[in-house]
């Protein structure tokens, strides 16, 4: 099972960036999945996850209004729109994947068998 990010890159503050998660080896239509963040000297932290389906979704406080996370399970593939974007959201990105729908555990990082190998998203000011 692989989850390949992908988008990321360098952009002034106020920018736009999309990032994607491909999902290969099995299929994750049933199941919740997550983009979370690591800045530098900080914990990983969730930005955003989304149910199985799509219709339940989770925004960390700070990317609330400027994130979108939505997902096309056709193509078993992840993404977060990334828009107004800040200095503080400088960070390395990852996808990550549940083994189970966990609709009711969408902010929790034991919730998250699979993890992707980050994408790099750099802000200036």
């Known amino acids: 099972v692989q989850l390949q990010a992908s988008g990321g890159g360098l952009v002034q503050a106020g920018g736009s960036l999309r990032l994607s998660c491909a999902a290969s080896g099995r299929t994750f239509s049933s199941n919740a999945m997550a983009w979370f963040r690591q800045a530098p000297g900080k914990e990983r932290e969730l930005a955003a996850a989304?149910?199985?389906?799509?219709?339940?979704?989770y925004y960390a406080d700070s990317v609330k209004g400027r994130f979108t996370i939505s997902r096309d399970n056709a193509k078993n593939t992840l993404y977060l729109q990334m828009n107004s974007l800040k200095p503080e959201d400088t960070a390395v990105y990852y996808c990550a994947a549940s083994s189970r729908r966990a609709t009711s555990q969408l902010t929790s990082q034991l919730t998250y068998d699979f993890w992707g190998q980050g994408t790099q998203v750099t802000v200036s000011s």
């Open positions: 989304i149910s199985w389906s799509g219709s339940t979704t």
